[in-house]
């Protein structure tokens, strides 16, 4: 559905060249939801924009259903949706009249819009909305008549989502992720990214983790957990109200396992087994102590943190 090679992008400007991308391979297939992930500043729109044909590549190869972009443009764009970073709704129409609007102009003839439509609201869970002002509707429901919109016309294979949550309180959030993630079933590819870390683990078949306009890291959330060289986490909890005890318990398992992150009130440390026997007595004897500590497999933040050095992330 999507084959994207050696794309590099850099922006030339008076104060000096800018690399936002470097080199990035990225394959989505159909049925397929990827997720690329990474801070502010790490590449992630300009790769879209290359990949929607909205801007040119300095180097590399971007085919959409087997259409060369830079080559033929126009074809290739036919098989594309994208919903922008940031996009809103603007016209003074109901939810239904948006989406048969977008519908019409990207081809579905008049006497079928009606039909299709309605088709595409219920699949996006906006039936009861449709006679709703676009404008009147809460930040959640205009995202997903956003996505409504873009599945709209025969031709799309490939659904582009640039921060499709960024904004959205987290309730929300969690309605938006349903109605993506019940997309596979039209057997669309689906590129999104996000700075969210939950957000991929929750929808992403396979995560791209992007920084410095690199892929630092590709694959399924297991692998990409499972090559961290260690399998759980010691994470505790309330360092400011420290009885002495529990200061010198905690200082021996800082001693035994590495810190990885330390705040005043929580810490975590690295232990290779979180679920060994002697682990598992260590933090009771914590526990005992008065200490709120507990274990837990990695996830996928747990990589993630070990990739992207804060240092280069362009704040948020
Ligand atoms: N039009 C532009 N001209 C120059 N630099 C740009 C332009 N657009 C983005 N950049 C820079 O390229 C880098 C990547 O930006 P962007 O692709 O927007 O990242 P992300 O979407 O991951 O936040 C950033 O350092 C950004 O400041
Ligand atoms: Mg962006």
């Known amino acids: 559905m999507l084959e994207v090679r050696g794309v590099s992008k850099t922006y ?27 801070p502010n500043g790490a590449g992630k729109t300009t790769l879209l924009r290359q990949i929607a044909g909205q801007l040119l590549p300095s180097a590399g190869t971007i085919e959409v259903a087997g259409v060369d972009m830079v080559r033929h443009p126009l074809a290739a764009k036919e098989f594309i949706s994208v919903i922008p970073q940031e996009c809103e709704p603007k016209l003074n129409l109901t939810v239904e009249e948006h989406v048969r609007y977008f519908a019409q102009l990207k081809g579905v003839p008049r ?8 088709d595409l609201l219920r699949a996006t869970g906006l039936e009861t909305y449709q006679g709703k002002l676009v404008r009147e509707l809460s930040g959640g429901l205009r995202r997903r008549v956003l996505i409504a919109i873009a599945l709209a016309g025969p031709h799309v294979r490939l659904l582009l989502l640039d921060e499709p949550t960024t904004g959205v309180d987290p309730e929300a959030r969690r309605s938006v992720w349903q109605l993506i993630d019940g997309l596979r079933a039209r057997r669309i590819g689906i590129l999104l990214t996000t700075h969210y870390i939950e957000e991929a683990e929750y929808l992403a078949d396979r995560v791209a983790i992007v920084n410095g306009g690199r892929v630092v890291a590709e694959g399924t959330v297991q692998a990409i957990r499972d090559r961290l060289p260690y ?14 005890e529990g200061r010198a318990s905690l200082r021996e398992a800082e001693r035994k396992y590495p810190a990885t992150f330390r705040t005043g009130n929580i810490e975590r440390l690295q232990v290779q087994d979180p679920f060994r026997a002697d682990v598992i007595r260590e933090v009771e004897g914590l526990h005992a102590l008065g200490l709120e500590a507990s274990l837990a497999p990695v996830s996928l933040e747990d990589a993630y943190l070990s990739l992207v050095d804060g240092s280069t992330a362009e704040g948020s």
Do not use: M, W
């Open 111 to 118: 006497s079928d819009a009606r039909r299709y439509t309605t």
């Open 231 to 244: 399998r759980g986490r010691l994470e505790v909890r309330g360092l400011d109200h420290l009885t002495p």
């Open 12 to 38: 030339k400007s008076r104060r000096g060249d800018k690399r936002a991308n470097d080199a990035i391979d990225l394959t989505v297939r159909p049925g397929e939801i990827v997720a690329l992930l990474g």
